[in-house]
């Protein structure tokens, strides 16, 4: 693997792990784009406050103290290292947020950068469309089950919990050993 393709993916799961959904948004908040930049988080904003026509509502919008408080437990909860000294509630940027900041950042590393929150953000849409596929299929397969259930409530009660299970991204599947057992 080359060191750019390797940089490009260390790249891609640090923006997958900074972009949160908040007010029913995917964001990225200031201090993770300015790590990603490379810039100070003052510089970002100052930036931002220069230009601040280009960012109506839907494109960058500050948190609240309620989800401030919201957000740092989460992170707190998921990520023990997280230093949480934030003086000021940070801005969180929306996909056409972060597509406007590529007009005011210019610098090499702001461009790759920009193309690869891009890029995380159509693979969030993917995997939010392809949840919803399943989710509507599940809900059909049950709907029908129910209609044409000659089986007893248990057998179907049975029967929903595995299809649940199976559906479940995180569910801990048996693990079953590839090959032979030697020890005998």
Known sequence: MKKDELSSIILAESIDGAIHFI?????????DL??????ATSKLVQAVK??????????MFQLS???????MSQIVISNPNVKMGLRKRPY??????VAMLSGILRSPQAVK????IMRAFVR???TLASLKDVTKELSELKSFLLRHSHTTDR???????TIEKLSKPNSTKEQRKIGFDLKQ
């Open 124 to 126: 969030i849409r993917h």
């Open 92 to 97: 969180a940027f929306t996909e056409q947020g």
């Open 155 to 161: 057998e179907f009660k049975r029967i929903w919990q």
């Open 23 to 31: 007010r029913g948004n995917k964001v990225l908040l200031d201090k």
């Open 50 to 59: 220069r230009n601040i026509t280009r960012f109506p509502e839907d494109f």
């Open 113 to 116: 950068v920009n193309i690869e």
């Open 65 to 71: 103290k309620d989800e401030l408080k919201n957000w």
């Open 34 to 39: 300015s790590r990603l930049y490379g810039v």
